[in-house]
């Protein structure tokens, strides 16, 4: 049974997708920061907010009352929050990591295009006899189908 196990866990499908899914989340990170610590202060900052992940709408009150200025100070008092702020900052993060995926399948395809040798079209082995339109092979004299003696 370990030997079984063995063979299905360092099949190249199976180590090739471990190799992708680990360097997945290493690339999740990177684009998480990319949000989060470059992009986002930028928009916020235009959109008059400088921090999306501290919007949120309190729906019920916790135990002390609010307003509260952050949502882990809205959390902390046991409120109740829709916290739209966090749900912008997920997707900005889900578009920029789609497009960055987009543009590394579309490279991908283009060097793939690019290294594939064009079809080469081969000669034709049959022609079309005059009389029947069957196709026949090009050395024929005489159509099988319709016995039409054929020129050259």
């Known amino acids: ?4 196990f063995k063979e ?3 099949k190249g499908n199976v180590v090739d997708m471990a190799v992708g899914i680990i360097l997945g989340v ?5 684009v998480k920061s990319l949000v989060d610590d470059l992009l986002m202060p930028g928009i916020g900052i235009l959109l008059g907010s400088a921090d999306f992940s501290n919007l949120f709408l309190v729906i019920k009150e ?3 009352p609010g307003p509260f200025t952050t949502l882990a100070d809205a959390q902390k008092a046991g ?3 829709i916290n739209y702020g966090l749900f912008i900052n997920t997707i900005v993060n889900f578009i920029i990591v789609a497009f960055a995926l987009f543009l590394v399948i579309r490279n991908i395809n283009q060097l793939r295009r690019m290294t594939e040798k064009p079809p080469v079209e081969e000669a034709p082995t049959t022609k079309d006899c005059p009389y029947c339109l069957s196709a026949i092979p090009l050395k024929a004299t005489r159509c099988p189908n319709c016995t039409s003696e054929l020129k050259g």
């Open 62 to 64: 916790g135990a002390t």
């Open 8 to 10: 299905f866990a360092l």
């Open 1 to 4: 049974m370990f030997k079984e």
């Open 26 to 30: 290493a690339f999740g990170a990177i």
């Open 79 to 81: 409120a109740v929050t």
